[in-house]
């Protein structure tokens, strides 16, 4: 059993900053890759970022290239995901998820979901 547990959303204004934090708890060993989602009123949930769980390989979509880092503390079992320089059209709910194999950028490579965290970014 795998569980997801985000953290740290909330409201921020247009340039400011915000950090936000997985928890994954169970079979972590055996995760290829742990990234971010997220999903916006009305529209598709996308790809954000994503990191390899063993080498630390990153991948980030194309709308947060250059202002959105994610990293990864394998004794925490913890993702984070920083993300400056926020745009109102970052306002989304963000969702961990974890792949046992794959974990590219498409939703239906990944195993497991966390319950998602709400960020708003105001103009």
């Known amino acids: 059993q795998v569980q997801l547990v985000e953290s740290g959303g909330g409201l921020v204004q247009a340039g400011g900053s915000l950090r936000l934090s997985c928890a994954a708890s169970?079979?972590?060993?055996?995760?290829?890759?742990m990234a971010w989602f997220r999903q916006a009123p009305g529209k598709a949930r996308e790809f954000v970022a994503r990191?390899?769980?063993?080498?630390?390989?990153?991948l980030y979509g194309d709308s947060v290239q250059g202002r959105f880092t994610i990293s990864k503390d394998n004794a925490k079992n913890t993702v984070d995901l920083q993300m400056n320089s926020l745009k109102p059209e970052d306002t989304a709910v963000y969702y961990c998820?974890?792949?046992?194999?794959?974990?590219?950028?498409?939703?239906?490579?990944?195993?497991?979901w966390g319950q998602g965290t709400q960020v708003t970014v105001s103009s």
């Open positions: 169970g079979r972590t060993f055996s995760f290829n890759a």
């Open positions: 998820a974890a792949a046992t194999r794959g974990g590219w950028t498409t939703l239906a490579t990944y195993n497991y």
């Open positions: 990191v390899t769980w063993s080498a630390g390989i990153t």
